[in-house]
C-alpha cells in the first residue's frame, strides 16, 4: 500500500510517498520525500528581515506543487493511478497554505480515483517518528515553528499535556533572529552562535513555565533586551535556548512521570537542534526512559508524514470524502478521533 501526502500548513510544501515496512508491523518505509519552502526577500540593509506573509506563501506553494508531485512520483518510481491513497495537511495551519495542499490532493485523487485522506500536521509529526523509529506508545515533544506541544496517546486519543500559551518556539527563535538581521528560518544560525560559547556565557532571562503550559514571547524580548545592552550576540543566543529549551524538557519530563510513558520522541524543526536532543536525552535516560529522534528530513515539516499519517487513517476508517475535507485551521491534536491505534 502505497500513499502520497502533500504538507502545506506554513512556510514549506512537501510531498512524500510512503509505504508500510512489510517485514516490521507499524514501521514504514520512505520512498520519496520533497520539499520547497518559501524564503522571505533578504532584507536591504538596516532594514528588518521580512516574515512570513500567508498569501505568498500561498502562491509559492501553488506555484511549485505540482512539479514536487512528480518528482516524488519519480523517486518512487510509481504513476499517480498505482498509489492508494492521497494524503493532505488537513490543519492547523495557515488558511491560503492549507487550501493550495487541499486543493492539489483533491485534484489528484479525482482525476485518478485515488482515495483522499485529511490529515491533522501535529498528529503527523508524532506518527511519523513512532513509523520510523523503535518507538512504539511515546510522549512526544513536539517543538516546531508555530507549534509546541507535549502529546501522549490516552484513551484513544492524543492528549495535549503542556503547551505554549503564546507563540511557537520556533517562532520565538525566528523572531530574535529576524530583530538581529538574520533571514528566516532562524533557529539554526541561533544555535551555531550560541555552540561558540559555553555555561559561563548564561545570562537570566524569564523562565516561564505554567502549570504545564509554556510561554517563549518575554523569553524572546528578554534576549533581546540583552544584545540592546551590549551582550556579546552568541551569549544571547546561547541563553535564549538553555533557557527556552530547559523548559521544553521540564514539561516533558513531568508529563513523562505523570503519563508513566517509556519513550521519549522528539518531532518538529526545532528538535533538528543538537543541545535540545542532547537535553532530552539526558533527561529520558535519566529516568530510564528510551529517547527517539528520527532523522531532519522528517523532522522539519514534510510530506512523508503526512503520507504515514493517511495510510494509517485510511486502513482504519477508509477515505475523506470531498465534502468533508474542508481545511481546519485552527484544528486541534486532541480533537482527533485515532482510530488507528
Ligand atoms: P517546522 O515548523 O517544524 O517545519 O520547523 C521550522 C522551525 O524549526 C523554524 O522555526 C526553524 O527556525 C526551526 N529550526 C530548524 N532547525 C533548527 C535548529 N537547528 N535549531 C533550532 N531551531 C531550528
Ligand atoms: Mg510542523
Known amino acids: ?183 528566516f528560518p532562524g533557529g539554526p544560525r541561533i544555535e551555531q552562535e550560541a555552540a561558540r560559547v559555553g555555561p559561563e556565557a548564561l545570562h537570566p532571562l524569564p523562565y516561564t513555565v505554567k502549570g504545564m503550559d509554556l510561554c517563549f514571547a518575554g523569553t524572546a524580548i528578554a534576549a533581546q533586551r540583552l544584545v540592546d545592552r551590549g551582550v556579546p550576540f552568541p551569549e544571547a543566543c546561547y541563553s535564549l535556548q538553555e533557557t527556552a529549551f530547559a523548559s521544553l524538557v521540564e514539561v516533558a519530563e513531568r508529563a513523562l512521570a505523570h503519563t508513566r510513558k517509556q519513550e521519549l520522541l522528539l518531532g518538529g524543526g526545532v528538535a533538528c537542534n543538537a543541545r535540545l536532543q542532547e537535553m532530552a536525552r539526558e533527561m529520558a535516560e535519566a529516568r530510564g526512559a528510551s529517547f527517539h529522534c528520527p532523522p531532519r528530513p522528517v523532522l522539519v515539516d514534510n510530506g512523508a508524514m503526512i503520507a504515514w499519517t493517511g495510510l494509517l487513517k485510511l486502513r482504519a476508517e477508509g477515505p475523506t470524502a470531498v465534502a468533508d475535507s474542508a481545511v481546519r485551521p485552527y484544528e486541534r491534536t486532541d480533537a482527533v478521533e485515532v482510530t488507528w491505534r
Open 1 to 183: 500500500m502505497a500513499v502520497l501526502g502533500i504538507e502545506g500548513t506554513a512556510h514549506t510544501v512537501g510531498v512524500g510517498v510512503v509505504e508500510a515496512d512489510p517485514d516490521a508491523p507499524g514501521r514504514c518505509r520512505v520512498l520519496a520525500n520533497v520539499r520547497d519552502m518559501v524564503r522571505p526577500p533578504r532584507p536591504e540593509s538596516g532594514e528588518a528581515a521580512a516574515g512570513i506573509h500567508p498569501r505568498e506563501a500561498a502562491h509559492h506553494h501553488a506555484e511549485v506543487g505540482p512539479e514536487l508531485v512528480r518528482r516524488a512520483l519519480d523517486e518512487a518510481g510509481l504513476e499517480a493511478a498505482d498509489l492508494d491513497g492521497v494524503a493532505f495537511s488537513q490543519g492547523p495551519g495557515l488558511g491560503p497554505c492549507l487550501r493550495v495542499a487541499a486543493t492539489m490532493a483533491r485534484a489528484l485523487s479525482l482525476r485518478h480515483g485515488v482515495p483522499l485522506a485529511g490529515v491533522n500536521h501535529c498528529v503527523a509529526h508524532l506518527e511519523i517518528g513512532t513509523g520510523l523509529t523503535g518507538a512504539d506508545d511515546p510522549l512526544l515533544l513536539y517543538a516546531s515553528g508555530a507549534n509546541t506541544q507535549v502529546i501522549a496517546h490516552v484513551r484513544g486519543r492524543y492528549r495535549v499535556f503542556g503547551e505554549t500559551l503564546d507563540i511557537g518556539i520556533g517562532n520565538g527563535l525566528d523572531k530574535f533572529a529576524r530583530d538581529n538581521g538574520i533571514p
